[in-house]
């Protein structure tokens, strides 16, 4: 089965803090994916990346940026956070044509 | 532009009923077509997919869908839901246009069992 981790479920931070989100799949695929989830909005990708150091912007990657050191490790930082970036935050690997979510990381900036 | 609508954004259903949730989509391409659940405060995990063959796909915790292509339509369906089932569902589209090849989802359909 493929395994796709999130360092967190959950998280508080304060405005302005510089965050981390960290992804790591098992099973060697060279795809990954950053989204965040919102009520109404559905899911919206915020950056992907097909190899290690390559990247790419997705839909919302204002505010956003990622590090790909290594092939398993997708990491997801928030530079400034701020209040709007309050949301949950998923992480996917894909194999061929199908995506493997994480858990989610929800995300909570006071 | 490609999109996916589910048409029903909560769907109430009693426990042992049928229930269908309802997905379109527009794209001028070939499409692979998948359906996702997401369980409270979890992430989203493969219910099934289409990609070609067969337009009745079957899939994990008894459900199924059908792909109509004159209809664009890609409809899930269970014969008897279980409280368990509770849930919210996306259904979700690649079409097929060179390049990196997006996954676009729906919006979203909350289901909700009642005993």
């Known amino acids: 089965d493929v395994k796709v981790t999130q360092s967190s479920r959950y998280l508080v931070k304060r405005t302005g803090e510089k965050v981390f989100l960290e992804c790591v799949q098992d099973?060697?695929?060279?795809?990954m994916f950053w989204y965040r989830q919102d009520p109404g909005l559905g899911l919206r990708l915020i950056y992907f990346?097909?190899?290690?150091?390559?990247?790419e912007k997705g839909d919302i990657p204002e505010g956003y940026s990622v590090s790909r050191e290594k092939k398993e490790r997708f990491s997801l930082i928030l530079e400034s956070a701020s209040t709007n970036q309050t949301s949950m935050y998923l992480c996917?690997?894909?194999?061929?044509?199908?995506?493997?979510f994480g858990p989610g990381t929800r995300l909570l900036v006071l | 532009a490609q999109s996916v609508t589910q048409l029903d954004s909560q769907v109430p259903v009693f426990e042992e009923a049928p229930v269908e949730l309802r997905c379109n989509y527009s794209?001028?391409?070939?499409?692979?077509l998948f359906w996702y659940v997401q369980y409270p405060n979890q992430g989203l995990q493969l219910l099934l997919k289409?990609?070609?063959?067969?337009?009745l796909v079957k899939g994990i915790n008894g459900f199924e869908a059908e792909f109509n292509k004159s209809q664009t339509s890609f409809h899930l369906r269970k014969p008897s839901v279980h409280i368990s089932d509770t849930a919210e569902y996306f259904c979700?589209?690649?079409?097929?246009?060179?390049?990196?090849?997006?996954?676009?989802f729906g919006a979203g359909t909350r289901l909700a069992v009642h005993p």
């Open positions: 990346s097909y190899d290690v150091k390559m990247k």
């Open positions: 289409y990609l070609s063959g067969s337009t």
């Open positions: 794209s001028s391409v070939s499409v692979y």
């Open positions: 996917a690997s894909r194999d061929r044509e199908t995506q493997y």
């Open positions: 979700a589209v690649i079409p097929f246009s060179g390049g990196y090849n997006k996954l676009i």
């Open positions: 099973m060697d695929h060279e795809n």
